[in-house]
């Protein structure tokens, strides 16, 4: 596969619309969040306030069109649910 062809498809994929929203998340049990330019990681351990540690992470809520992503999209974010209340 050219490399072109696979960056031409991945742009021609749903279009990300930014709202006014956020929502803050809490980090599952067990783990913390840390902020790092901008972007947010796990880190193991109960929160405790160090370098970059957060207690909630701050993320933009954004829509797309729905059809066949959504039909992806859905079910994969339940699984992930599923997964990190485990």
Known sequence: MR?????KKLKEGGKLTMTNKSVKVDAPEG???????GRFYLM??????HDGAV??????VVT?????AGMLIGPALGLAKKAMSK
């Open 64 to 68: 797309h069109p729905k059809g066949f």
């Open 31 to 37: 783990y913390h969040w840390m902020e790092e330019s």
């Open 3 to 7: 490399y072109g062809k696979k960056s």
């Open 55 to 60: 207690e909630k992470a701050k993320f933009k």
């Open 44 to 49: 193991e351990g109960k929160y405790q306030p």
